[in-house]
C-alpha cells in the first residue's frame, strides 16, 4: 500500500507566518491582508508622530507664553532690577548653567527624535499605496541600548526603520538616531538654542525700543544658526564614524 507523508501547511499562508520567529516572519512579503491594512495603520502612526512633532516644535514658546498667559503684566526688567541683587544674580547663574543646557537639549534632540518619524511614517504611507512596494516589508524594528528615555532592562525597541534604504530614507533615519541617540554633540547644540529662548523670553516682556528689537532679533537669530550648524556638524560625524547599527527585524 502507498505511504503518505503529513501534509505540510503552506509557508507563504496567514497560519504560516503567524507560528514563524518574528525576524523569520519579517522576511516573508506580506499578505494580502496586510497590505490592504497596512495604509491605514501607517497613516495613524503618521498622523501620531505629526502631532508629536509640533508639540515639540513648539516646546520653546512654553516659556513666554507661559509667562504672559500667567502674568500679563509681567515685567523681565523689574525681574531683573527690581529684586534683591543676590537671588536674581543666583538664579541666572543657575539658569546658565543648569536650566539652558537642559532644556536646550530637550528642545534640539526631542523634535530630532519625532519630526523625522513623521516624515518616515508619511513615506510609508505612500509606499504602501505604490504597486511597486506591494511584496515587500517597509519598516522594521531595531534594538539598542543607547537610547533616550527610562531605564529599561532590555533594549529599547527602535521602530519605522525603513527596509529598503534610499537617499531620502537613508537621511531621515539617520538624522532620527541622533535624536534617540544623542551624544555630546547633540548636547553641545541645545546650548545656542536653550540660550536664544532665554533671550526670546527676556527681551519680550522687557520695554526694549526699535534698535533693541533689531539687536535682540539678530542676536536670537545668531544663536539658532549656531544651533543648525551644531546639528549639521552632529549628523556629519555620525555618518562619516558610524556608530553599530540597531539590530533590526523587518516588520510590515
Known amino acids: 500500500m502507498p505511504s503518505y507523508s503529513p501534509m505540510k501547511p503552506n509557508a507563504n499562508s496567514a497560519a504560516a507566518r503567524g507560528r514563524l520567529p518574528r525576524s523569520d516572519r519579517g522576511s516573508t512579503p506580506p499578505s494580502a491582508t496586510e497590505r490592504a491594512l497596512r495604509p491605514i495603520g501607517y497613516l495613524v502612526v503618521a498622523l501620531v508622530w505629526t502631532a508629536l512633532s509640533v508639540v515639540t516644535l513648539l516646546l520653546p514658546a512654553a516659556l513666554p507664553f507661559a509667562l504672559w498667559s500667567t502674568n500679563p503684566a509681567f515685567s523681565s526688567q523689574e525681574f531683573v532690577t527690581g529684586g534683591d541683587i543676590v537671588p536674581t544674580v543666583l538664579f541666572l547663574i543657575f539658569a546658565v548653567v543648569v536650566l539652558v543646557p537642559l532644556l536646550g537639549y530637550a528642545f534640539v534632540a526631542l523634535p530630532l527624535a519625532s519630526v523625522p518619524l513623521a516624515v518616515l511614517s508619511w513615506t510609508y504611507v505612500g509606499r504602501s499605496l505604490a504597486p511597486g512596494y506591494a511584496g515587500e516589508r517597509l519598516s522594521s524594528t531595531g534594538w539598542s541600548r543607547n537610547v533616550i528615555g ?35 554633540g547633540i548636547l553641545l547644540a541645545g546650548i545656542p538654542y536653550g540660550l536664544a529662548s532665554f533671550a526670546v523670553a527676556g527681551w519680550l516682556f522687557w520695554p526694549v525700543g526699535t534698535v533693541g528689537v533689531a539687536v535682540w532679533t539678530i542676536l536670537t537669530a545668531a544663536l539658532v544658526v549656531a544651533t543648525v550648524v551644531l546639528v549639521v556638524r552632529a549628523y556629519r560625524q555620525r555618518i562619516s564614524g558610524r556608530r553599530p547599527a540597531a539590530r533590526a527585524v523587518p516588520g510590515s
Open 150 to 184: 527610562p531605564p529599561t532592562l532590555g533594549p529599547t525597541a527602535l521602530s519605522l526603520l525603513p527596509v529598503r534604504l534610499t537617499a531620502w530614507t537613508r537621511f531621515w533615519t539617520e538624522l532620527m538616531l541622533l535624536g534617540w541617540r544623542p551624544g555630546r
